[in-house]
């Protein structure tokens, strides 16, 4: 069922589904439910966006009783900690291509997907200030770098100054692709495995072109005015994990509250979601948290 025009701004989040339903159906899931939430905001009651949005319900609800054994899916704890893993990594592989100079289409689709697995986090409550920032940078990123490409120009490489008026939302309909996209299963020195073996069933996929369409006011490609030289990079994104600091051993008069255990518990799932990426160093900073908060109380 084509996509009523109300809903356009859903678009990216659904194809970011239909890449990743077979690769990783937790990612694909919960694009589908920020995609629903989202649209039920926009229009839910013209007959075509309601229509269009009750399929993508009853398509939800299959999913969860298939998924119904995945922690990912039962416990949103878990499922929080699984999508933002996924996004930073995707984040820091584009990051550090960018910081290298290599300027690319597997990197700058990596950029936009990082942004658009950051929209979806709204599912779990509101944004970090720092996923905010993630997010604004990784799409303002794709953008920039796809204009000076696109321009024949050499972007700059890195964190660099970022026009707050430059406006990087707006996108073609076809949205990201790149035909002959290099190949690598591994973030650590390849590009996200969600881009191998494309599956035609899944929908629209690589094909030439990118797709960028900014808004008129985008204005020109050169990097403009805010630093984001300060911008936090997440634990592990370019140096091994640090050498575990040295805790003082439990005491009994270390006073624990309910949120301390939910947020040991929190930092626990993400360690172990990193892990299923191989991500060491990330894995060993959330122990870390973890283990801080609960010999000392504190963060």
Known sequence: ?????????????????????????????????????????????TPECRKFLVKLMD???????????????????????HIENYALKMFLYADNEDRAGRFHKNMIKSFYTASLLLDVLSVFGELSEENIQHRKYARWKATYIHNCLKNGE???????????????????????????????????????????????????GPAPGIGFTPSPETGPTGPPTTNYNNIHIPPGAHAPANTPAELPPPSGGVH??????????????????????????TAVQNLQKALKLLTTGKE
């Open 59 to 81: 398509q939800l609800e299959t999913m969860k009783k298939e998924l119904s054994d995945n922690d990912s899916i039962s416990q949103e704890v878990v499922g929080n900690a």
């Open 154 to 204: 050499t972007p700059q490489a890195g964190p660099i100054g970022m026009d707050e008026d430059e406006r990087a939302d707006e996108y073609g309909a076809e949205g990201f692709s790149g035909q002959g996209l290099s190949h690598g299963g591994s973030f650590r020195g390849g590009p996200p495995s969600q881009f191998e073996d494309h599956d035609p069933s899944l929908g629209p």
């Open 256 to 281: 624990l509250t309910p949120e301390d255990y939910t947020k040991a518990q929190k930092y626990c799932k993400y360690a172990g979601s990193a892990l299923q990426y191989e991500d060491v160093s």
């Open 1 to 45: 069922m084509a996509l009523p025009a109300q809903l356009r701004a859903i678009q990216h989040h659904l194809r970011t589904a239909n890449e990743h339903e077979k690769r990783d159906p937790v990612v694909a899931y919960y694009c589908r439910l920020y995609a629903m939430q989202t649209g039920m905001k926009l229009d839910s009651k």
